[in-house]
């Protein structure tokens, strides 16, 4: 991707939300700029052919539904590295005043705690300038991190993007502002955490393994939760900009939720994809080692975020990932069919090592998997 003028982050921007709020800005400032017009390299693809997984059918269906949801959620794993992740199937938010009297168990996340956790990362966003820095963070695997762009010592041109990352387990973390959020993203990163497990034990079944497998194998029980929160303000040429550049995720699974306002775009078949707004829905992408530990079979999804001059997009991206300690490896069990011994394609790494490598670098498409690739897969 080139760049038209590369420059240090003048020291005055601390966050790309000031910088778009300033009066009479109307066009992007170089350090912001990109070229070529990345928008004009999009495709899109028939309506309904994003892969939709039913929550309720996984986790409350007969075990011929079950079944049949296992095997979609690997097609998806497999031919998207992505789907959307109906947690409120529309017949069920249709017909529950009248029908479903019995609460859902373990339904998951109320919608309710959608908006509050939206709200409360908003409120962070809109703090003042010197209390975001409070929390901005020295290091890469500092437990809260807030800042712009994606890692601005090494990058020469800065995404239109502002961010709080804050690890939420195995240890819980927050910032203290604002009043409120601390209580409201305990209760959604336990919820989703729960969801990802779910969706986990689905992906090993469809693997061919035990339900618990990857949760037994990579200690899921102190697996590496990250709650990302990202602020796309108002660009005045979006067209020009990047709120985050092609990359794929460093753990096994990221769910995400948006403001309403979509932006987040798949690579699918070599072509980007428009993915669209999605109500009731977690969006949800398979990360470099759901790649290593399936050799291959599961690819992870190049992804990107982009801007737009209309209204400010917010989006909540939590990744599940194995615990620190975890040295991912390709599962032995898939390395052995009938049809004879398969390769490792990927080398044993562990998870602390991987995820400080991805976070230190530039954010450049699958490059931190490349090094721990064997053979092209
Ligand atoms: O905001 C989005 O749509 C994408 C966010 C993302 O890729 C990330 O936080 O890693």
Partial sequence: MAVETASPLPSNITSIKTLAESPGLTSNPATHTFTPDLHGQVTSVPEGSIPVIDYSLLISGTPGQRSEIVHELGRACQDWGFF??????????????????????????PQKLLSSILDGCRGFFDLEEEEKQEFKGNHVLDPIRSG?????????AFYWRDFLKVFVHPVFYSPTKPAGLNEISLEYSQRVREVARGLLKGISESLGLEGSYIDKALDLER?????????YPTCPQPELAMGMPPHSDHGLLTLLIQNGIGGLQIQHKGKWVNVGTHSNSFLVNTGDHLEILSNGRYKSVLHRAMVNSKGTRMSIAMAHGPSLDSV?????????????????????????????????????????LDRVRISAV
């Avoid at 994606?150 to 020469?156: D, L, R, T």
């Avoid at 390709?330 to 080398?347: H, K, N, Q």
């Fill in 84 to 109: 959307v992740y109906l947690f409120f199937p529309s017949f069920y938010v249709a017909r529950k005043a009248t029908l479903r009297t019995e609460p859902v168990i373990n339904h998951g996340v």
């Fill in 148 to 156: 712009t762009s994606f890692n601005v010592s090494v990058e020469k």
């Fill in 223 to 231: 697996g590496k939760q990250i709650f990302i929160a990202n602020l």
């Fill in 328 to 368: 991912v490896s390709p599962a032995p069990e898939l390395l052995v069919s009938g049809e004879g011994d398969e390769p490792a394609a990927y080398i044993g790494i562990k998870y602390k090592d991987y995820l400080e490598l991805q976070q230190s670098n530039k954010l450049d498409g699958k490059s931190c």
